[in-house]
């Protein structure tokens, strides 16, 4: 590893096969808790470059337990994290929302890391079991229409960074793969990031697979449609800015989004926004991300229609009891 972070200190890049090198000998346990964390934090001193992304990608995939869901046709909804708005869980309640309106959710999530509650902590507070039963997790796409696929259970590979990401609590460049290495393969995604720049290196990696995609990021920061601000939406074949306007919204407060300081804060509000006891802005913010999503999972409706669909999946309940039956399940 001194070679390497003496190689990065003198502001040179890693090669796609370096890159990739150096994170599956992390994965292995090659390196102690403090080289890695020396290693993370040339990345926040510099950008990442498209090869090194590419490179890590790479080794977290191939070092991943695959789960098989090819018989479902599904989409994972998934933010980068490490914007620092401290929201309420906006993409696993917009997951819930999708599958509501009879997508297929392949839902990948983790605890949290820089915030104070991740997909992970709330629906393990919610009463959802972690697994890596391939057949827990095909029976509920199959009955309930989302599973939830927990990260660490998977990617084994990053059990000996958690320790180190924990004790930094700050975004690292693992907030960038982590949407880009749910073991399930799902051919339809949507991504928040927390930055343009990303934005742009995800478009490039994405244009290289078979993925439907859909990129967001709002320009006041969030990895989200936050409403706050306009926000930029990149798919496959079009690149737009956006405003709450053009959805039929009007703007929010960012204060309208914060996700309270606890883990049970967190939990009451994404039961009280699937139990129709959301207020306006957060209804609003679901409705506009569902949305979205469901335009990547069904490619030839309009965002009118789509629209339309996720207002119905959230105020007839029907995200609400997607989340009762998962529950049921386990």
């Known amino acids: 590893m001194?070679?390497?972070?003496n190689h990065l200190f003198e502001h040179k890049t890693l090669t796609r096969q370096e890159a990739e090198e150096v994170l599956t000998n992390i994965a292995q346990g090659t390196y102690s808790d403090p080289e890695i964390a020396a290693f993370l934090t040339v990345y926040l001193m510099r950008s990442i470059t498209v090869e090194e992304l590419t490179g890590f990608r790479?080794?977290?995939?191939?070092?991943?337990?695959r789960v098989d869901l090819d018989d479902f046709d599904t989409i994972d909804l998934c933010g980068t994290g490490g914007d620092g708005k401290d929201t309420f869980n906006i993409s696993t309640l917009t997951s819930f929302v999708v599958a509501g309106a009879g997508a297929k959710v392949s839902k990948h999530g983790n605890y949290a890391v820089s915030s104070a509650c991740g997909s992970s902590n709330v629906m393990e507070y919610l009463g959802y079991k972690f697994s890596g039963d391939q057949d827990k997790l095909k029976k509920e796409l199959d009955k309930s229409g989302i599973c939830f696929i927990h990260a660490p259970l998977f990617n084994p590979a990053m059990k000996n960074?958690?320790?180190?990401?924990?004790?930094?609590?700050i975004k690292t460049f693992f907030n960038m793969l982590g949407p880009m290495v749910n073991p399930g393969f799902p051919k339809k995604q949507m991504v928040g990031v927390f930055s343009l720049q990303l934005a742009r290196l995800y478009n490039y990696l994405y244009q290289r697979t078979d993925k439907e995609y859909i990129i967001l990021h709002s320009l006041d920061g969030y990895d989200e449609i936050s409403l706050t601000a306009p926000f930029k939406y990149i798919s496959n074949d079009a690149e737009l800015l956006l405003t709450a306007g053009d959805l039929g919204f009007p703007e929010v407060k960012p204060q309208a989004l914060l996700g309270g300081n606890t883990v049970?804060?967190?939990?009451?509000?994404f039961k009280n926004i699937l139990e129709g006891k959301g207020t306006p802005a957060q209804n609003s913010v679901i409705i506009a991300n569902a949305a979205i999503g469901l335009k990547c999972y069904y490619k030839n409706k309009s965002i009118a229609d789509c629209l339309a669909l996720a207002k119905e999946s959230l105020e007839e309940k029907k995200a609400y009891y997607t989340l009762k039956n998962l529950i049921a399940l386990q």
């Open 2 to 5: 001194r070679k390497i972070l």
């Open 58 to 65: 790479d080794a977290l995939l191939n070092l991943c337990i």
């Open 161 to 169: 960074v958690a320790p180190v990401r924990k004790s930094l609590r």
């Open 264 to 269: 049970e804060d967190a939990a009451v509000i």
